[in-house]
């Protein structure tokens, strides 16, 4: 509008409305565009959450922070005590730690009470008798050591569980923290200099100090940093419900 203003003024060329023309159909044409992304970012969004890709997305503030809170050190505190994977291996481990204990009970001796019965002197009785069976021979050292070596490939494999946890950890937490670093530098600067720099030049252009182009230069860097700053939001998002998912805590509240 401000550049039909200006034609039918005579303050600007005919030429100027058929650049502004040929702007709004290339902005449209990446308006279609980025909306056909944001469908494979949505179906992504959605897989990610273990839901169908197809499944519609409304966007509503998370019950939950998505950031979980705390240090790393805090964070990898919970992780070892949430995550599935190490509880799970810590009760097989503990099973193994139960069958040790079952096998050295096996060795001691063997006391059996029961009842008795038989005839003397032509009458018959009842009695109660204690049978006694010693290990002499074999003192099941054999499967006291399979057990103990079971035993300790289980722990073993707590510690190697935890160890891949912390991995995958920090490397949600090293992911989060850049993608939140990123989304700040938006936030606390880029969007508001990047509306600064649209309404100067929109100003400048309707008050005839500059030209159309100048005008349509400050609209794509607008533009695109909106598109970035959006873009780093979804990533800061993504990255938290990975950190959550490597926490072994539920993600936005699901």
Same mark, same amino acid.
């Given at each position: 509008?401000? *550049?039909?203003?200006?034609?039918?003024?005579?303050?600007?060329?005919? *030429?100027?409305?058929?650049?502004?023309?040929?702007?709004?159909? +290339?902005?449209?044409? %990446?308006?279609?565009?980025?909306? &056909?992304?944001?469908?494979?970012?949505?179906?992504?969004?959605?897989?990610?959450?273990?839901?169908?890709?197809?499944?519609?997305?409304?966007?509503?503030?998370?019950?939950?922070?998505? $950031?979980?809170?705390?240090?790393?050190?805090?964070?990898?505190?919970?992780?070892?005590? %949430?995550?599935?994977? #190490?509880?799970?291996?810590?009760?097989?481990?503990?099973?193994? =730690? @139960?069958?040790?204990? *079952?096998?050295? !009970?096996?060795?001691?001796?063997? #006391?059996?009470?029961?009842?008795?019965?038989?005839?003397?002197?032509?009458?018959?009785? *009842?009695?109660?008798?204690?049978?006694? +069976?010693?290990? #002499?021979? %074999?003192?099941?050292? &054999?499967? #006291?050591?399979?057990?103990?070596?079971?035993?300790? $490939?289980?722990?073993?494999?707590? =510690?190697?569980?935890? !160890?891949?946890?912390?991995?995958?950890?920090?490397?949600?937490? &090293?992911?989060?923290?850049?993608?939140?670093?990123?989304?700040?530098?938006?936030?606390?600067?880029? @969007?508001?200099?990047?509306? =600064?720099? !649209?309404?100067?030049? +929109?100003?400048?252009?309707?008050?005839?100090?500059?030209? !159309?182009?100048?005008?349509?230069?400050?609209?794509?860097?607008?533009?695109?940093?909106?598109?970035?700053?959006?873009?780093?939001?979804?990533?800061?998002?993504?990255?938290?419900?990975? @950190?959550?998912?490597?926490? &072994?805590?539920?993600?936005?509240?699901?």
């Amino acid at each position: 509008k401000a *550049v039909q203003a200006r034609v039918a003024a005579g303050d600007a060329a005919p *030429v100027e409305e058929q650049k502004a023309d040929v702007e709004v159909q +290339r902005s449209e044409s %990446n308006v279609r565009l980025l909306e &056909g992304e944001l469908a494979a970012e949505i179906a992504s969004f959605n897989l990610l959450l273990g839901l169908p890709p197809e499944t519609p997305t409304t966007v509503a503030e998370p019950e939950v922070p998505w $950031e979980p809170p705390g240090t790393f050190a805090a964070l990898r505190d919970r992780a070892m005590t %949430n995550q599935p994977s #190490i509880l799970a291996q810590e009760k097989v481990a503990q099973a193994a =730690d @139960l069958a040790v204990g *079952v096998a050295r !009970l096996e060795r001691r001796p063997a #006391i059996a009470l029961g009842p008795t019965f038989g005839v003397e002197e032509g009458a018959g009785y *009842v009695g109660a008798g204690v049978s006694l +069976r010693l290990p #002499i021979w %074999n003192r099941n050292r &054999g499967n #006291i050591a399979a057990a103990e070596a079971g035993r300790d $490939e289980e722990a073993a494999r707590v =510690d190697v569980e935890r !160890l891949r946890v912390s991995r995958l950890l920090a490397d949600a937490y &090293g992911r989060y923290r850049s993608a939140r670093t990123q989304q700040d530098l938006y936030e606390h600067g880029l @969007l508001q200099e990047a509306t =600064d720099l !649209l309404e100067s030049a +929109r100003k400048s252009y309707e008050g005839g100090e500059s030209g !159309l182009l100048d005008f349509l230069d400050a609209r794509r860097t607008s533009l695109a940093v909106r598109e970035g700053y959006n873009r780093a939001s979804l990533s800061a998002a993504l990255a938290a419900i990975q @950190l959550r998912r490597a926490v &072994g805590e539920p993600a936005g509240g699901q």
